[in-house]
């Protein structure tokens, strides 16, 4: 990946920088939600593979947690360098956000996967455009990478020395058994699945000036193709999770969400990810990344 390239400082304040990109990240967790429909995952449709969460579930959550996302684009953006340190404090930032988000949804996990994508994002976001950096695809991802890597590759290489599974969550117990990497190995490479799979295809869909939800749905469905969905794999294992790259290549083969029928398929397919327990939820926060990412590339700032 190339390293960043300048561009001129700009006449806006942090505030305002971090207002309008944590502003972008909520419209794009909204937007994820709101695709429809999406098998097994909670939508305007059905809840999916979901019995405590819903539509109004995942609104409220995004309400909440916004502001913590301002606030970590700010820590980014303020940021000398992108270091272990800022990593840490945005961390910080991202578990007040994360009991923010238990308390507006009763308990339930609507977003935790997204707070830590977005929030640094969000904050690499922030980094460029205050320090004066062009905003590209390019700059973006490496900027991500140089504020994470360090950290994550030395927590994952904990992981897969320690054979305790106390006080830690359903993807680390995963990786341990599986050496599927989850977010973590998706931060560290960079977000190489919404790089390599899902903004091509998101672009293309944009520029055909095909119908959104389906352009999101086609994106989606290109992420469960290659995705090592820690969510899956949790719930159902390594067996469910190959069925349902395998069922989504078929899907894109046939035409994926553009064909005619795609939504009648995409109910039957529903239907059977719930009664299978299965949810890509980790695909459905790369969504929301590629959303993100895609709107901040054509924001003018």
Not at 15 to 27: N, Q, R, V
Not at 237 to 255: I, P, S, W, Y
Request: charged share 25%; with cysteine.
């Amino acid at each position: 990946m190339n390293v960043y390239e300048t561009g001129n400082k700009l006449n806006i304040s942090v505030s305002e920088i971090s207002f309008a990109i944590g502003t972008l990240a909520k419209k794009a967790m909204l937007d994820e939600v709101f695709t429809t429909p999406k098998p097994g995952l909670v939508d305007c449709y059905s809840n999916g593979a979901h019995t405590d969460m819903d539509l109004r579930t995942f609104q409220k959550s995004a309400d909440v947690i916004t502001p913590y996302l301002i606030q970590m684009c700010e820590t980014g953006a303020y940021s000398p360098k992108l270091i272990a340190d800022t990593f840490a404090e945005i961390r910080e930032i991202g578990m007040e956000a994360e009991k923010a988000m238990y308390q507006a949804t009763g308990g339930v996990n609507t977003h935790k996967g997204m707070i830590f994508s977005m929030g640094i994002m969000a904050a690499s976001a922030g980094y460029c455009i205050s320090h004066g950096y062009q905003m590209t695809e390019n700059t973006l991802f490496f900027l991500e990478q140089k504020l994470v890597r360090d950290t994550l590759l030395k927590e994952m290489r904990v992981l897969r020395e320690t054979e305790q599974e106390l006080q830690t969550t359903n993807g680390e117990n995963l990786y341990r058994r599986t050496g599927i990497e989850g977010i973590r190995g998706e931060a560290v490479s960079g977000y190489e699945s919404v790089r390599k799979h899902a903004l091509p295809v998101f672009y293309r869909g944009m520029k055909d000036g095909r119908d959104y939800n389906c352009v999101k749905l086609q994106t989606l469905f290109s992420l469960m193709k290659w995705v090592q969905d820690s969510n899956i794999g949790s719930r159902r294992g390594e067996q469910t999770l190959e069925m349902v790259h395998r069922c989504a290549d078929t899907f894109l083969k046939n035409g994926g969400a553009y064909q005619r029928d795609a939504v009648e398929q995409l109910k039957q397919m529903d239907a059977f990810f719930i009664v299978e327990n299965i949810s890509a939820g980790g695909c459905a926060d790369l969504l929301a990344v590629t959303i993100f990412v895609y709107d901040l590339l054509q924001y003018k700032f």
